[in-house]
């Protein structure tokens, strides 16, 4: 199933919704499956539906198939007419891991030249960082999944504005997708992983490069590069762990008012979702409707390239079997 959060027309309630076959319209699933005499405690939020496992997405699929049927057209909207909110307007805790080698060693690239430009010895600069490791990631990062925790308030979903921070002048955008945890659990075998993935989703972690670049040297972090009002973009929807079987050969595209600026492979991830959840639930408890970001794949954002987000521009991430977030730079 393709799952969504929406604003209801009538009321501006938020409702759980799933997407017909076509993609063109949203079954209510709490109006469906009312409708079917069952009850709909688990499907009064996205959360709500996580938590109750597999009980609640059986009464999902049920109350899909009712409100598809060529009867029911009243249990459901079409999907150009809503408003779409993040699949989980409020995740319960969010992480976004390092996943992808050639993306770090980009922007270190990008970073170093921007310091030697325009100094006599620069080429020479370049192959004595390189010769030195200069490019070569901390034994740690091929050891174990690395992650930052964000901001869980500040997430918004397909077609909303991002609000360009004030403090900076040089914003980003990052090219990534993520899962929601499903069940939750402790001290979760890499071999049982998969069985606590609810479902995946797009993740555009938007990023303030200036904030980001002074406070690295801090040694902690990231902070204001990262963390301020619309800075988490998830969406359009969540795709369900069943429709996506092989999350890991999936081609992932950015395009900037219509030009494609970036295009990467899931393939390349050193550390997987699995490795991930058994890595963090290592003596600490994992929750229902947690979100973990897979990391920026190659080359996919604006620091990698040396090219910048300016306002007004609409930014469009596509992962294969996931659709297309949009959103505009304001």
Same mark, same amino acid.
């Given at each position: 199933?393709?799952?969504?959060?929406?604003? +209801?027309?009538?009321?501006?309630?938020?409702?759980?919704?799933?997407?017909?076959?076509?993609?063109?319209?949203?079954?209510?699933?709490?109006?469906?499956?009312?409708?079917? @005499?069952?009850?709909?405690?688990?499907?009064?939020?996205?959360?709500?539906?996580?938590?109750?496992?597999?009980?609640?997405?059986?009464?999902?699929?049920?109350?899909?198939? +009712?409100?598809?049927?060529?009867?029911?057209?009243?249990?459901?909207?079409?999907?150009?007419?809503?408003?779409?909110?993040?699949?989980?307007?409020?995740?319960?805790?969010?992480?976004?891991?390092?996943?992808?080698?050639?993306?770090?060693?980009?922007?270190?690239?990008?970073?170093?030249? +921007?310091?030697?430009? @325009?100094?006599?010895?620069?080429?020479?600069?370049?192959?004595?960082?390189?010769?030195?490791?200069?490019?070569?990631?901390?034994?740690?990062?091929?050891?174990?999944?690395?992650?930052?925790?964000?901001?869980?308030?500040?997430?918004?979903?397909?077609?909303?504005?991002?609000?360009?921070?004030?403090?900076?002048?040089?914003?980003?955008?990052?090219?990534?997708?993520?899962?929601?945890?499903?069940?939750?659990?402790?001290?979760?075998?890499?071999?049982?992983?998969?069985? +606590?993935?609810?479902?995946?989703?797009?993740?555009?972690?938007?990023?303030?490069?200036?904030?980001?670049?002074?406070?690295?040297?801090?040694?902690?972090?990231?902070?204001?590069?990262?963390?301020?009002?619309?800075?988490?973009?998830?969406?359009?929807?969540?795709?369900?762990?069943?429709?996506?079987?092989?999350?890991?050969?999936?081609?992932?595209?950015?395009?900037?008012?219509?030009?494609?600026?970036?295009?990467?492979?899931?393939?390349?991830?050193?550390?997987?979702?699995?490795?991930?959840?058994?890595?963090?639930?290592?003596?600490?408890?994992?929750?229902?409707?947690?979100?973990?970001?897979?990391?920026?794949?190659?080359? @996919?954002?604006?620091?990698?390239?040396?090219?910048?987000?300016?306002?007004?521009?609409?930014?469009?991430?596509?992962?294969?079997?996931? @659709?297309?977030?949009?959103?505009?730079?304001?």
């Amino acid at each position: 199933m393709k799952l969504v959060t929406y604003l +209801h027309p009538d009321n501006g309630a938020a409702r759980v919704g799933a997407l017909t076959s076509d993609l063109s319209e949203v079954v209510d699933l709490a109006d469906s499956a009312e409708a079917l @005499g069952r009850g709909t405690e688990a499907l009064t939020s996205m959360l709500a539906l996580i938590e109750s496992d597999e009980v609640g997405l059986d009464l999902a699929k049920a109350a899909l198939e +009712h409100g598809s049927l060529p009867g029911n057209c009243s249990l459901r909207l079409p999907l150009a007419s809503l408003k779409l909110l993040a699949p989980v307007p409020r995740p319960t805790q969010m992480r976004d891991f390092l996943s992808f080698e050639r993306h770090v060693q980009g922007c270190r690239t990008t970073r170093f030249k +921007h310091r030697t430009q @325009g100094m006599p010895d620069a080429e020479q600069q370049w192959e004595a960082f390189v010769a030195a490791g200069g490019l070569k990631l901390a034994p740690v990062w091929y050891e174990q999944p690395i992650y930052y925790k964000g901001n869980r308030m500040s997430v918004i979903g397909h077609e909303q504005d991002i609000q360009w921070p004030r403090y900076s002048k040089l914003l980003d955008y990052e090219l990534e997708f993520g899962i929601f945890i499903g069940r939750g659990g402790k001290n979760i075998s890499r071999e049982n992983a998969h069985q +606590h993935i609810f479902g995946f989703s797009i993740f555009n972690d938007i990023s303030a490069r200036d904030a980001q670049a002074r406070e690295s040297d801090g040694q902690l972090g990231p902070c204001k590069g990262k963390d301020f009002d619309t800075g988490n973009v998830i969406g359009p929807w969540l795709v369900t762990a069943d429709e996506l079987p092989d999350p890991y050969n999936l081609v992932l595209t950015a395009r900037v008012n219509g030009e494609e600026w970036s295009s990467g492979n899931s393939g390349e991830m050193a550390h997987r979702f699995e490795d991930m959840i058994a890595h963090v639930s290592q003596d600490e408890t994992l929750y229902p409707g947690e979100f973990f970001g897979s990391g920026t794949v190659p080359g @996919g954002c604006g620091l990698e390239l040396d090219r910048w987000l300016r306002r007004g521009d609409v930014i469009e991430l596509e992962v294969q079997g996931l @659709g297309v977030l949009r959103n505009r730079i304001v």
